[in-house]
């Protein structure tokens, strides 16, 4: 694997692990997935709003962190894509008959790892313009927090 991507993907990942450390600290909202749009933008808004709190941000560094919620955000709906509300329907389409539909199955990983493949450059631009913004301090603490894992909470 040529090292810019695993870079890409490590950091996407690292993105996912702070947004998701983050919304293990936020009340559950819905136990449905994928969420709706409002639900989403709900989650998204107090995701930022507990980070911009817990990072100190100012105004510009919450704008990067709005962008790359943002950009995160539509990454989300390209891997989601046509799947909609019931994406376990299209895997058991996959299983429906005497054997494993691979044509459906490959069509499937190509339409993700081209939504991802896509996507990715902006999610990576955005978190990188968001980090670049942060003070060292701020940095290390979300250096800390990303540190600490899923069960990871933001402590001041």
């Known amino acids: 694997m040529k090292p810019w991507i695993r870079r890409t993907l490590i950091g996407v990942a690292g993105l996912g692990l702070v947004f998701g450390g983050l919304a293990a600290c936020s009340h559950r909202m819905g136990h449905g997935w994928p969420a709706s749009e409002a639900d989403a933008a709900q989650w998204r808004e107090r995701i930022v709003h507990k980070a911009s709190r817990e990072l100190d941000l100012d105004a510009a560094q919450q704008a990067k962190l709005n962008g790359l919620a ?66 060292p301090e701020q940095q290390q603490k979300l250096r800390d927090f990303m540190a600490k894992g899923r069960h990871g909470h933001w402590r001041t």
């Open 70 to 135: 943002e950009a995160m955000a539509a990454q989300r709906r390209a891997l989601v894509g046509e799947m909609g509300a019931n994406p376990r329907a299209e895997f058991q389409a996959l299983i429906a008959g005497p054997q494993f539909d691979r044509a459906k199955g490959q069509a499937l990983l190509d339409a993700k790892t081209g939504a991802l493949r896509d996507g990715a450059p902006q999610v990576m631009s955005a978190a990188a313009d968001f980090y670049d913004s942060l003070k």
